[in-house]
């Protein structure tokens, strides 16, 4: 990795990053295990750092361990689930003072890195080593919530829907919670058997980042990872098809007022850091900031749509066109989106169209460093990626993409499938 962070192995699949900043007066550790997204798991998978946080053996419950966290200076116990190409990610993490703030010379860090590593490692088990029945079904809830949540959130369910349909059969058309059928299916048992399989399985990256010594740290989690055994699976970098073979196209209705229009778009075999920087600031020019051609074009000036803008997903290659509209105006803000990929192929930007977007996406990249949480999930990407570049060298790359090398990535992209989610069976708006 880059100078500023390193990095070890210290068990099977086990790798401990720490990256220190003295500016910042806490410390944050994260425990993120990874695994492969399948549908049939993925919701099980997502209910157990939710489960964990609830406590561990020594603390079974919220007043003993939040007991123990304030003994920790107030420190503060966290759990998520994310999800990065074709890969989950179950995070455990915990925020604490440093040392040198401490009254009496404490080990924060240890101590915090000890109730981190046992949260994730000594669990509360009940009857029959299985979690408690309780704690299962509150976590069920949530993540049927979370499912529930993204589905009301209708512009999140278009792009997920979009990418279900173009990535069908693959590991990243699988959301990061699953679907609501396989949520409402879990029990007991089988977040249990998903708790054991991602201690045995998944790869694992500790993640240190603040102000302090990961020393201790590092011994904490070498000697717990060390009592495991472990079979880690191997977690290359998902790929997909560079290029699309045709174009296809779904509809679909529910009671909404604004239609949502998705083009998902493929961009080309992805050979190296250039190409990858390449695609990211062409993806900025075309609908990435308030200056794109697709915000200046298709929503001010045509007034086609409500928003329109372009993501450019590094983990897959994939680039995403959304964009709210009114029915009848579907064919028209489709036709002049392609008309503004078109116009990017053709070379049609100014050179201060081209500096001022790179000003922006390295004000963006230079922002990660302002927290503990951005740089953790800056080189957690990083990692994700099997690279080794830090925020500033980012931003150099960024200043180095070529004009001819922008027109080259907008070249290469090529429309695969067009999602459509609208009102009702005639293809107008509901009220």
Known sequence: MSSSLTRSQIGPGVHLNALRDPKFKHNRLSVNFVLPLERDKASDN????????????????????????????????????????????????????????????????????????????????????????????????????????????????????????????????????????????????????????????????????????????????????????????SCPPVKLRGAAASVREKTEHMDLSQSKLVMGMRTGQIESLRDTAARRVMSALYGGTPFSKLFLNVREKLSLCYYCAARFDVSTGLLMVDSGVEARNKQLAQEEILRQLQSLQNGEFDESDLVNTKLLMKNSVTTTKDSLTGLEGWYMSQILRGRSMSPEEDTALIDSVTAQEVVAAAKAVSLDTIYFLTGNETGGDAQ
Do not use: W
Not at 71 to 88: P, S
Not at 151 to 169: D, F, T
Not at 214 to 231: C, M, N, P, Q, Y
């Open 46 to 233: 997502a209910a157990v750092p939710f489960i964990l946080r609830k406590g561990f053996r020594e603390c079974p419950d919220f007043t003993s361990l939040n007991t123990r966290l304030a003994e920790l200076y107030g420190a503060v116990l966290d759990a998520d689930v994310t999800k990065y190409g074709g890969y989950q990610v179950l995070e455990l993490s915990i925020k604490g003072l440093d040392n040198r703030f401490a009254l009496e010379n404490e080990d924060i860090t240890g101590r915090c890195a000890s109730l981190l590593a046992s949260v994730a490692l000594d669990p509360k088990l009940g009857a029959g080593g299985l979690f408690d029945e309780r704690d299962v079904a509150l976590e069920r809830q949530y993540v049927i919530d979370s499912i529930d949540a993204e589905i009301n959130e209708k512009r999140v369910y278009a792009m997920a829907r979009c990418i279900q349909h173009m990535c069908a059969g693959e590991p990243v058309a699988v959301r990061r919670y699953g679907e609501r059928e396989t949520a409402e299916a879990i029990t007991a048992a089988s977040a249990t058997e998903a708790y054991r399989r991602m201690a045995a399985q998944a790869q694992v990256e500790i993640m240190f980042v603040g102000s302090g010594d990961a020393g201790s740290a590092a011994e904490v989690f070498t000697k717990r990872f060390g009592e495991l055994a472990r079979s880690p699976l």
